[in-house]
């Protein structure tokens, strides 16, 4: 058991030092997610209102999609890309300080964040130990993605505890597939750009720690 762990180390190591978008990418996005947690807990400093996460959100995902695209090239990318992902951390305050103020809110904060670097971390080094091609899943993924986003519009006006946490769980299982796509394309050489690589896995990870949160949330407050 030792040394099949040992030998899959071995390998993420190796993969990891010789492909030099893999290295790049994952040292912005650690740079990324920590100004993330900054700008997250200034929101939280300032008390600002709901609708900053939606403002957020939006402004985010408008600059990843039309205006990070141009600059992926230049380093004006990277600066681009701390400032959609500050935005991102911002627009988590609200929420963070709403699941802060329940009961056992310490605790789901907590859980959620480690979840997320569990599900992070071990796929990750799954598809770097492996250096199976999961290319085949884009097409799946991409219509996953579409069908929880109806089901998810849907349930704004619906709302439905029970929908809500199957697309949580939904989500989860999406963005993870995501993460083995995204790995994958960047060892086999499918992504050369670290800049838009780390955007896609940042998004990822954004969006499992959410639903990890939605989920002990809703979890937490049956009982």
């Known amino acids: 058991m030792n040394q099949n762990y040992s030998t899959v180390a071995q390998r993420s190591s190796s993969v990891l030092a010789t492909n030099?978008?893999?290295r790049n990418t994952y040292l912005l996005l650690s740079l990324t997610l920590l100004f993330s947690g900054l700008t997250a807990g200034l929101s939280m400093f300032l008390n600002m209102p709901p609708m900053t996460y939606l403002i957020s959100v939006i402004s985010g995902m408008v600059i990843a999609m039309f205006v990070l695209p141009r600059f992926?090239?230049?380093?004006?990318g990277i600066g681009i890309v701390f400032l959609i992902t500050g935005l991102l951390g911002f627009g988590l305050g609200p929420m963070l300080t709403m699941y802060a103020s329940l009961p056992n809110g310490?605790?789901?904060?907590?859980?959620?964040?480690g979840g997320t670097g569990i599900i992070f971390m071990?796929?990750?080094a799954y598809a770097l130990a492996t250096r199976k091609d999961f290319s085949f899943l884009g097409g799946f993924l991409m219509v996953g993605f579409l069908l929880v986003l109806i089901a998810a519009l849907a349930n704004i006006f619906l709302q439905i505890p029970?929908?809500?946490l199957a697309i949580s769980?939904?989500?989860i299982l999406i963005m993870s597939g995501f993460i083995l796509y995204d790995t994958s394309r960047i060892i086999h050489g499918g992504e050369t750009n670290y800049v838009l690589a780390t955007i896609g896995l940042y998004m990822t990870i954004f969006n499992i720690f959410i639903?990890?949160?939605q989920i002990l949330g809703i979890m937490g407050n049956d009982d």
Request: proline content about 0%; overall charge positive; cysteine-free.
């Open 122 to 124: 071990g796929l990750s």
């Open 169 to 171: 769980s939904v989500v």
């Open 72 to 76: 992926a090239n230049s380093t004006a």
């Open 162 to 164: 029970a929908m809500s």
């Open 211 to 213: 639903s990890l949160l």
């Open 20 to 22: 030099k978008v893999l």
């Open 106 to 113: 310490g605790n789901i904060i907590t859980l959620s964040l």
